[in-house]
């Protein structure tokens, strides 16, 4: 796929700073890690002296490019393999593997040292999992076809009687309905590009997804939809690297964003691949 960087906005309330998952930072396993322990290249890795990391298939734009996240494109392939440099492994020894979005926070071993695909930290997947420090901070957005009522919405007022899909498991279904509070109970999906097909066919009226993702979709995947506007999830959603539960990385991982974070680089990719997006409104 093509970038969009230009047309992929992102609300200046956002900050464009990827500080921030989970319930806190405090709450977070952002405890910076020893230098004896983070020893450039020398992690207790699941495969000796190779970083594996984990996203979903297909992986979308903004976050990857052209499906492939080996080719250091896209905000999150950017990420993890600024990461995997700070942690000593330049991207040569970084190996790519598939994790279906839902499996990612599901107790049990993990083959993959960290996954990064837009997983929100939340006090429920937290006690299935690690997460890393946040590197990243965004807001919901509501997508309705053009010339519809959902896209002609002001108001969370004005939406309560639309009919929403949204994809299982995510941070936007429980921000639906706490925010949104819909008549009808929200349709679910599997995975995110049932959610899309159902808007295109009419079988919902509008859809919601975190900002990045609503602007991509409007301006490629489908230009009938507009973005209605954006709200803020009241958990804040916040998004980090999600390892095993207890694993000898994760603070490692942390330590390696928030030097990213302090140096400005983190703020680079932000800004390159995640541009700020005015023209989004703010529902209230």
Known sequence: ??????????????????????????????????????????????????LTV??????????FEDDDPTNGEGFESAVAYAIGKQ??????????????????YAPGPKNFDF??????????????????????????????????????????EELKEIKFGVQIGTTSLSATEEVIDPSSKPEVFNNSTDVVTALKNGQIDAIVVDLPTALYLSAVEVPEATVTGQFSDPAGDKWGALLAKD??????????????????????????WMSDAAGAPVLE
């Open 247 to 272: 694993s000898p990385l994760t603070s490692c991982v942390s330590a390696a964003i928030e030097e990213l974070e302090a140096s400005g680089e983190l703020e680079t990719l932000t800004e390159k």
């Open 87 to 104: 942690l000593g492994y330049p991207a040569a020894k970084v190996e790519w593997t598939v994790e279906p979005f839902n499996s990612s």
């Open 1 to 50: 796929m093509k970038k969009v960087a230009a047309t992929l906005v992102l609300a200046l309330a956002l900050g464009l700073l990827a500080v921030g998952c989970g319930s806190s930072d405090d709450d977070s396993s952002s405890t910076a890690a020893s230098a004896d322990s983070c020893e450039p290249g020398q992690l207790a890795t699941k495969v000796d002296g190779v």
């Open 115 to 156: 996954d990064v695909n837009q997983i929100s930290i939340t006090p429920v997947r937290e006690k299935a999992v690690d997460f890393s420090a946040p590197y990243y901070t965004a807001n919901q957005a509501v997508l309705a076809l053009k010339g519809s009522d959902a896209a002609k919405a002001t108001t969370i």
């Open 54 to 63: 984990a996203t979903d298939k297909p992986a979308y734009p903004p976050y």
